[in-house]
């Protein structure tokens, strides 16, 4: 029979396709500024989260906090995304407490202290640090959590770029501020941005969709100068706040965004639309 080529709107619960009840979605930098609230509107759509991050941040902690606030199982995993042997684990312990992985967002970086460092004075180790962490990380995490969905029926997963990877930094920005933004940074962003095209395509009749999402400026109580600065570049004369970001996850993880894929979607305010 020819398949039907049509499908009747009224037909579709839409938003039911925006649920993530009983999906196992893993989500890397859990604890951080945008991790905690991924973790928090995965959780409130029903999903079980496996946050992740290293050891300090106490991922284990923050997966009991949410749990006992949305009575639903989750699982708390520390480790380091840029070692192939605590991926493998994550996979190993994921699997064993729930039997299967339907999601992956990478929202893990490296803030090395020496992060705002000038470009002259970028020694080969921190930059080996950042680009291990941000980029090999999310190649870690893609490659043993991905190949598994691939192998598996499929899932989403969603890499972290940055406005940096798009455009350059607008040195302006941080006149008169104590901030900056390094190179590694840039480029190991860049990579990530590159390597989730890729993977777009290498497992697109596989049913893993890779996607982006691009947040800019994320509120974090900034030096006022560094506000003002912003708002003046910025089309919506404002930052973000965390939670702006992660309603896009919401979308990018559920079979509502079931025919996107490669995509970047920007959570910028417009900042490069001009
Ligand atoms: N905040 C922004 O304005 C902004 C803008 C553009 C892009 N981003 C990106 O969004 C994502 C989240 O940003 P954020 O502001 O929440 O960052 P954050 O620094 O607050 O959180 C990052 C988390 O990653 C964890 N982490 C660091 N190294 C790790 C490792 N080796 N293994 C596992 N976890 C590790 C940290 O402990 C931390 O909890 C990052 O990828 C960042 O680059 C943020």
């Known amino acids: 029979m ?19 009840k009983g999906k196992v979605i893993v989500i ?24 992740v ?7 284990a902690a923050f997966a009991k906090e ?30 064993d407490r729930f039997g299967t992985i339907d999601g992956l967002v990478n929202g893990h970086q490296n803030k090395s202290h020496l992060i705002f460092e000038p470009f002259e004075d970028v020694s080969e180790d921190n930059w080996d640090t950042v680009v291990n962490i941000n980029l090999k990380g999310t190649f870690l995490t893609c490659q043993v959590l991905g190949s598994w969905m691939a192998n598996n029926g499929g899932g989403s997963i969603i890499n972290i770029p940055s406005t940096y990877s798009v455009v350059a930094p607008n040195q302006n920005l941080y006149k008169g501020t ?22 777009a395509s290498y497992w697109a009749t596989k049913k893993v969709r890779v996607n982006m999402i691009t947040p800019h400026g994320v509120w974090n109580n900034h ?16 930052l973000s706040y965390n939670h702006e970001v992660a309603s ?4 990018l993880l559920s079979d509502a965004s079931s025919y996107v894929t490669g995509d970047n979607m920007l959570v910028e305010g417009g900042w490069t639309v001009w």
């Open 223 to 238: 030096e006022k100068q560094f506000e003002d600065n912003f708002a003046r570049f910025s089309p919506m004369e404002r």
């Open 178 to 199: 104590s901030l900056g933004c390094p190179a590694a940074y840039s480029a190991s962003k860049g990579g990530i941005d590159a390597l989730s095209r890729y993977l």
């Open 66 to 95: 949410l749990e006992e606030r949305h009575d639903n199982k989750m699982l708390g995993v520390a480790l380091d995304v840029a070692s192939k042997e605590d991926v493998s684990a994550l996979l190993a312990s994921t699997l």
């Open 248 to 251: 896009a996850m919401i979308y």
């Open 28 to 51: 890397t930098g859990a604890c951080g500024l945008v991790g905690r609230a991924f973790c928090e509107a995965a959780a409130q759509f029903g999903a079980h989260v496996v946050a």
């Open 2 to 20: 020819e398949p039907k080529r049509t499908t009747d709107p009224t037909t579709i619960n839409f938003r039911e396709k925006f649920e993530l």
């Open 53 to 59: 991050d290293i050891p300090q941040a106490d991922p």
